[in-house]
């Protein structure tokens, strides 16, 4: 079993920026694939970001140019640098792990974080 813990979510203004952070305890984080996931009120979850074992990213159009994913596996953590935040950002996020061929088909992860609010105000 693989935990996830997140942590950095809040209420932001538009324009803001915001870091996301996801602690995976354990030995296996550098061989994990990690992505956000984000739900907003009403709506299904939908992907952000992906980042592949071996560093490869991938970004769904939302994120493009604003958002920033990083691993570092001497911490075992992974990162969500959100700028330039809109409103339409605001919703719950979650960490995902899995192997990369969740990463490939932005699917299929297995473990997830329990999600972190965040609200982005007009």
């Known amino acids: 079993q693989v935990q996830l813990v997140e942590s950095g979510g809040g209420l932001v203004q538009a324009g803001d920026s915001l870091r996301l952070s996801c602690a995976v305890p354990?030995?296996?984080?550098?061989?994990?694939?990690m992505a956000w996931f984000r739900q907003a009120p009403g709506k299904e979850r939908e992907f952000v970001v992906g980042v592949r074992s071996g560093g490869g990213t991938d970004y769904a159009d939302s994120a493009k140019g604003r958002f920033s994913i990083s691993r570092d596996n001497a911490k075992n953590t992974v990162y969500l640098q959100m700028n330039s935040l809109k409103p339409d950002d605001t919703g719950v996020y979650f960490c995902?792990?899995?192997?990369?061929?969740?990463?490939?088909?932005?699917?299929?992860?297995?473990?997830w974080g329990q999600g972190t609010q965040v609200t982005v105000s007009s």
């Open positions: 354990g030995r296996t984080f550098s061989s994990l694939a």
């Open positions: 995902a792990a899995g192997a990369d061929t969740a990463f490939l088909r932005r699917r299929e992860y297995l473990y």
